[in-house]
């Protein structure tokens, strides 16, 4: 901000594109990001924008924050004309928040994708072992739900980020500071398997 005094003589925020995030979560049915082409409704906001953008001669952080602004007006549209699909697909989003997958349909040119050096068996990998971890974290979770009041300050963390990303384009990248977290349930989850497995019977079978 003080950057932007120094520039421009007046204060402007710095844009962060959350409310762009939020355009385009108002319509999309828990995915990453509506499709722009195939949505005719999404298209016209879009190029509505743009066009406003133009005329109205901004450059700059004045054009990005006018821009911000005009994403949040049609994203309150949309989500006015139909609340409950809003929040029937910002649900939808909370697991995606905890599971690494590729965020574009068009796999070959994906950021992830190409990172990985077009090997996709790598990136599925990644993909199943985090479904497990978030599998494993939701049973340690239940398992531990009685001891709540011990463990609110693990719970807190989940709930937080779960809570604060949901309405806008969920990213697993925005929960990395709630890991750890997820990480303690995904052990005690797995924890709580192991049990039901005679590994005890077994040895004892085979010294026996």
Same mark, same amino acid.
């Given at each position: 901000?003080?950057?932007?005094?120094?520039?421009?003589?007046?204060?402007?925020?710095?844009?962060?594109?959350?409310?762009?995030?939020?355009?385009?979560?108002?319509?999309?049915?828990?995915?990453?990001?509506?499709?722009?082409?195939?949505?005719?409704? *999404? $298209?016209? #906001?879009?190029?509505?924008? +743009?066009?406003?953008?133009?005329?109205?001669?901004? &450059?700059?952080? $004045?054009?990005?924050?006018?821009?911000?602004?005009?994403?949040?007006?049609?994203? =309150?549209?949309?989500?006015?004309?139909?609340?409950?699909?809003?929040?029937?697909?910002?649900? $939808?989003?909370?697991?995606?928040?905890?599971?690494?997958? @590729?965020?574009?349909?068009? %796999?070959?040119?994906?950021?992830?994708?190409?990172?990985?050096?077009? $090997?996709?068996? =790598? *990136?599925?990998?990644?993909?199943?072992?985090?479904?497990?971890?978030? !599998?494993?974290?939701?049973?340690?979770?239940?398992?531990?739900?009685?001891?709540?009041? #011990?463990?609110?300050?693990?719970?807190?963390?989940?709930?937080?980020?779960?809570? %604060? +990303?949901?309405?806008?384009?969920?990213?697993?990248?925005?929960?990395?500071?709630?890991?750890?977290?997820?990480?303690?349930?995904? &052990?005690?989850? @797995?924890?709580? !398997?192991?049990?039901?497995?005679?590994?005890?019977?077994?040895?004892?079978?085979?010294?026996?």
């Amino acid at each position: 901000m003080v950057r932007n005094y120094r520039v421009s003589g007046e204060l402007i925020p710095l844009t962060i594109e959350a409310k762009e995030e939020l355009f385009w979560a108002s319509g999309s049915i828990g995915k990453y990001f509506e499709d722009r082409t195939d949505n005719p409704k *999404f $298209k016209s #906001q879009f190029e509505e924008i +743009h066009r406003k953008l133009r005329e109205s001669g901004l &450059v700059g952080l $004045k054009k990005e924050l006018e821009e911000e602004n005009l994403y949040l007006k049609y994203a =309150i549209e949309n989500i006015k004309d139909n609340p409950f699909l809003y929040l029937f697909s910002s649900l $939808k989003r909370i697991p995606r928040m905890w599971i690494s997958v @590729l965020i574009s349909d068009d %796999t070959a040119r994906s950021y992830g994708y190409r990172i990985l050096g077009g $090997k996709q068996s =790598i *990136f599925d990998f990644i993909k199943y072992f985090t479904v497990a971890c978030l !599998l494993l974290a939701i049973y340690g979770i239940w398992i531990t739900r009685y001891r709540w009041k #011990q463990l609110i300050f693990l719970f807190l963390p989940l709930i937080y980020f779960s809570l %604060t +990303h949901m309405f806008l384009l969920a990213e697993a990248r925005f929960t990395l500071p709630a890991r750890p977290y997820l990480l303690i349930f995904t &052990v005690v989850g @797995l924890s709580g !398997l192991l049990k039901y497995v005679p590994l005890g019977r077994r040895h004892r079978n085979i010294n026996g």
